[in-house]
C-alpha cells in the first residue's frame, strides 16, 4: 500500500493506493497522527485506488475519525468504489464517516 498526501484548496488529502490489512492500516494509522500533530482537524481520504480493506483497516478509520472529531474537525472519505464501498457500507462505517464521490466534493464539503 502507498500514501501519498498533497494539499487541495488548504485540506490535506490523503490518497491511499493498494489493499489495506493489519500491516498498512498501522502505516495509514501513522500517517494521519503525523498529520494530526502538524496541526491538520480535518483530513480526506481518496479511497478510489483502495482495492482491499480488512477489518484492522476499518478499525483505523475509526479511531482516526475519533481522534479528529475530539479536535473538532471530521474525516471525510471518497471515490469508494467496488468491494470497499461494500465493506463500508456493510458495516455502516458510511455513517460514521461522511462519504463523497470525489476530491472537490469532500474539499467543499456537500
Given at each position: 500500500m502507498t500514501i501519498?498526501?498533497?494539499?487541495?484548496?488548504?485540506?490535506?488529502?490523503?490518497?491511499?493506493?493498494?489493499?489495506?490489512?493489519?500491516?498498512?492500516?498501522?502505516?495509514?494509522?501513522?500517517?494521519?497522527?503525523?498529520?494530526?500533530?502538524?496541526?491538520?482537524?480535518?483530513?480526506?481520504?481518496?479511497?478510489?485506488?483502495?482495492?482491499?480493506?480488512?477489518?484492522?483497516?476499518?478499525?483505523?478509520?475509526?479511531?482516526?475519525?475519533?481522534?479528529?472529531?475530539?479536535?473538532?474537525?471530521?474525516?471525510?472519505?471518497?471515490?469508494?468504489?467496488?468491494?470497499?464501498?461494500?465493506?463500508?457500507?456493510?458495516?455502516?462505517?458510511?455513517?460514521?464517516?461522511?462519504?463523497?464521490?470525489?476530491?472537490?466534493?469532500?474539499v467543499i464539503g456537500?
Amino acid at each position: 500500500m502507498t500514501i501519498d498526501c498533497i494539499q487541495v484548496e488548504g485540506k490535506v488529502v490523503l490518497h491511499v493506493v493498494g489493499r489495506m490489512d493489519a500491516e498498512s492500516a498501522a502505516q495509514f494509522e501513522g500517517q494521519c497522527d503525523s498529520c494530526i500533530s502538524e496541526g491538520s482537524t480535518s483530513l480526506i481520504v481518496d479511497l478510489g485506488d483502495l482495492s482491499y480493506v480488512s477489518s484492522m483497516g476499518l478499525r483505523s478509520f475509526v479511531g482516526v475519525a475519533k481522534k479528529l472529531k475530539n479536535k473538532g474537525g471530521e474525516l471525510r472519505i471518497c471515490r469508494l468504489t467496488g468491494l470497499v464501498r461494500q465493506v463500508f457500507e456493510i458495516t455502516r462505517l458510511n455513517q460514521l464517516v461522511p462519504m463523497y464521490d470525489s476530491v472537490e466534493s469532500a474539499v467543499i464539503g456537500g
